[in-house]
Nanobody, 120 residues
Framework: QVQLVESGGGLVQAGGSLRLSCGIS????????IGWYRQAPGKQRELVASITGSNNINYEDSVKGRFTISRNNAKNTVYLQMNSLKPEDKAVYYC??????????????WGQGTQVTVSS
């Protein structure tokens, strides 16, 4: 089983920055992709940024140039650095890890979410 714990959300003024963290633990054999998603009230969950096991990175268009995804393998942690935040970035942010457990069972784990609020 894979567990994810997110932290780092909060309230920030427009133009400010936050760094989200996602701690990964459990029975992991291989990670195919780690993604940061967000869900605003009344909207569908969307993929904001992702990093594959081979470190290919992709961003949703609205966050390109402002958000940066990174990983620290030694700490089993993935980060989302968010700069130049806008009110429309307000959402609950979720970490997701897709891969294989040590038993070679596919897993698709989600964190509990962390709230990001941006005031104008």
């Amino acid at each position: 089983q894979v567990q994810l714990v997110e932290s780092g959300g909060g309230l920030v003024q427009a133009g400010g920055s936050l760094r989200l963290s996602c701690g990964i633990s459990g029975s992991i054999f291989k990670i195919n992709q780690i993604g940061w998603y967000r869900q605003a009230p009344g909207k569908q969950r969307e993929l904001v940024a992702s990093i594959t096991g081979s470190n290919n990175i992709n961003y949703e268009d609205s966050v390109k140039g402002r958000f940066t995804i990174s990983r620290n393998n030694a700490k089993n942690t993935v980060y989302l650095q968010m700069n130049s935040l806008k009110p429309e970035d307000k959402a609950v942010y979720y970490c997701n890890v897709e891969g294989l457990t040590r038993q070679l069972i596919p897993h698709d784990a989600w964190g509990q979410g962390t709230q990001v609020t941006v005031s104008s």
